[in-house]
Nanobody, 116 residues
Framework: QVHLVESGGGLVQPGGSLRLSCAAS????????LGWYRQAPGKQRELVAT???????NYADFAKDRFTISRDDVKKTGYLQMNRLKPEDTAVYYC??????????WGQGTQVTVSS
């Protein structure tokens, strides 16, 4: 079992920045693909960005040029740097670690609110 703990969410003004962190409990973190997802009230959970264990990244269209996903396998931690935040970015953000099809783990989520 791998436990994931997100942190770094909060209230930020439009145009501001936040960096989310996802800390894993086990070193197997380093072989998994890390993803960030978000879920706004009344909406389905959606993909934000992913990064493979080799560092290949993929972004949702809304995240391109504003968000950056990264990982530090020594620290067993993933990150999501979010810049130029918009009110529509308001959501609970979840990290996801996929070791294989049968081993997929989720964090508890961290709230991001973008409002003036």
């Amino acid at each position: 079992q791998v436990h994931l703990v997100e942190s770094g969410g909060g209230l930020v003004q439009p145009g501001g920045s936040l960096r989310l962190s996802c800390a894993a409990s086990e070193s197997i973190f380093s072989i998994g693909a890390l993803g960030w997802y978000r879920q706004a009230p009344g909406k389905q959970r959606e993909l934000v960005a992913t990064i493979t264990n080799r560092g290949s990244t993929n972004y949702a269209d809304f995240a391109k040029d504003r968000f950056t996903i990264s990982r530090d396998d020594v620290k067993k931690t993933g990150y999501l740097q979010m810049n130029r935040l918009k009110p529509e970015d308001t959501a609970v953000y979840y990290c996801n670690l996929q070791i294989n099809l049968a081993r997929v783990y989720w964090g508890q989520g961290t709230q991001v609110t973008v409002s003036s």
